[in-house]
């Protein structure tokens, strides 16, 4: 367990690395982005590339394995079909991605860039996730549905 | 860098990608996790009551300001944030609300699992992606925000 926490820290580490060297941290990069009938920016699209190089071979690796390095099991998502809460979720975050220029990762990495709209971000973040959780939690499943 | 994109960053955006992609295979081969990071924030905050273990997630969350905080006194990272507060909120509140309901975020489903080739993901990073496009579209139509 003491593994697990240390190996997810440097990940987080590193995934906000990743994320300012990239210039991901910075809203209005990530709307020009979005912006395609203004001026584009097209560095989001280098960002996700790069970024799946890597996942593409753990993918591979991972397949035939039964177990992680530092863990006894996978745990991955299952494969649901594609359905309504998944689209307009997706639409949602989209719309609100899109007014700011901001979405998780970059939201919580930029507290230690510019404390003062990230924390007001991140904690409307929470908010919605909390407001989901009241709508959408099943009290009972709760612990079983991992 | 490409001359049609002046403002564009390509290289930095390509290596910070491929950060972002190592720590992503990192969880996934160490401890057999994925690295959606509005499901772990979600986790970390007691804004979901599924999901990795509580102090994991707490921990690679912590882990996305140190790594901007080290990236960006290496690195000149601006963040230019053009929302007002009222904004910061609202999109805060649906990116937050979003990603729970869409099950997850541009790591989780565009990163993560697009390179696995999930029918899910791949669906929802085109919806969350149009629904990016067809906000600043709006906004810039509007003239608000940019």
Same mark, same amino acid.
């Given at each position: 367990m003491n593994r697990q926490v240390i190996i997810a820290l440097g990940c987080g580490v590193l995934f906000g690395m990743g994320l300012t060297v990239s210039g991901m941290t910075d809203p209005a990069r990530v709307r020009a982005f979005l912006d395609v009938f203004g001026s584009w920016d097209p560095t989001l699209a280098f960002v996700m590339v790069g970024a799946m190089m890597p996942m593409a071979v753990a993918w591979r690796i991972a397949k035939p394995r039964r177990a992680p390095l530092a863990a006894d099991e996978f745990h991955l998502p299952a494969t649901h079909p594609i359905d309504a809460k998944l689209l307009l979720g997706a639409t949602l975050f989209g719309v609100g991605w899109g007014l700011v220029g901001l979405c998780p990762g970059p939201a919580i990495a930029a507290l230690a860039l510019r404390p003062g709209p990230a924390v007001l971000f991140v904690l409307a973040m929470f908010a919605g996730a909390t407001i989901h959780r009241f709508l959408f939690s099943r009290p009972s499943a709760g612990t079983a549905a991992t | 860098m490409i001359a049609a994109f002046p403002s564009a960053i390509p290289l930095q955006g390509l290596i910070g990608g491929v950060m972002i992609g190592l720590s992503a295979a990192i969880l996934l081969l160490g401890i057999g996790r994925i690295a959606g990071v509005s499901g772990l924030f979600a986790r970390a905050t007691g804004a979901s009551d599924s #999901? @990795? +273990?509580?102090? $994991? /997630? %707490? /921990?690679?969350?912590? #882990? %996305? +300001? $140190? #790594? @901007?905080f080290v990236a960006a006194s290496v690195i000149l990272t601006p963040m230019r944030m053009t929302a007002s507060w009222p904004l910061i909120i609202v999109g805060g509140l649906l990116v937050g609300f979003g990603t729970r309901l869409g099950s997850g975020c541009t790591s989780g489903h565009g990163v993560c699992g697009m390179s696995r080739h999930s029918p899910r993901s791949l669906a929802a990073t085109a919806t969350f992606m149009a629904a990016g496009i067809a906000t600043v579209t709006a906004m810039r139509l509007i003239g608000f925000g940019s």
């Open positions: - | #999901g @990795a +273990p509580r102090m $994991i /997630a %707490l /921990a690679f969350t912590v #882990g %996305l +300001p $140190i #790594g @901007a």
